[in-house]
C-alpha cells in the first residue's frame, strides 16, 4: 500500500498562487496513476489534475491553463501549481493514487484507491 501525505496550502488572495506538494511512502516500487481533487464544504469531492504512469496530464475544464500537475519520481513527490488563484478554487485538496485506471476514470474520484488527508486551500480578498 501507499500512503500519502500532503502539504503547502494555505491563504491567499485571488490571482496568487500556491504550489502543493504530495509525498508518496510505503509501497512506492510500482509506477502509480496520482491526482489531485477538491471538496468544498457541502460539494461532492472532483477531479482536479491527473498523471498518469506516462506523466502524460489530464486537467478539469476550470482549472486548465491556471493549474499544473507533475511529479519528481526520485522523491516520489507529486505537485500541483495553482496561479491565478479563484475564490470558487476555495477547498480541502487531497492527493490521491492508484496503480491502473481506464482514461475516463482519470478525474472520477470514486474509482481511486489511495487518499491523503487533504491540504487546505482558502482564496480570498
Known amino acids: 500500500a501507499v500512503q500519502l501525505v500532503e502539504s503547502g496550502g494555505g491563504s491567499v488572495q485571488p490571482g496568487g498562487s500556491l504550489r502543493l506538494s504530495c509525498v508518496a511512502s510505503?509501497?512506492?516500487?510500482?509506477?502509480?496513476?496520482m491526482g489531485w481533487f477538491r471538496q468544498a464544504p457541502g460539494k461532492e469531492r472532483e477531479g482536479v489534475a491527473a498523471?498518469?504512469?506516462?506523466?502524460?496530464?489530464v486537467y478539469a475544464a476550470s482549472v486548465r491553463g491556471r493549474f499544473a500537475i507533475s511529479r519528481d519520481s526520485a522523491d516520489n513527490t507529486l505537485y500541483l501549481q495553482m496561479n491565478n488563484l479563484k475564490p470558487e478554487d476555495t477547498a480541502m485538496y487531497y492527493c490521491?493514487?492508484?496503480?491502473?485506471?481506464?482514461?475516463?476514470?482519470?478525474?472520477?474520484?470514486?474509482?481511486?484507491?489511495?487518499w491523503g488527508q487533504g491540504t487546505q486551500v482558502t482564496v480570498s480578498s
Open positions: 490521491a493514487a492508484d496503480r491502473n485506471l481506464r482514461k475516463e476514470w482519470y478525474l472520477l474520484a470514486s474509482k481511486w484507491a489511495s
Open positions: 510505503g509501497d512506492t516500487n510500482d509506477r502509480y496513476y
Open positions: 498523471i498518469n504512469t506516462e506523466n502524460t496530464p
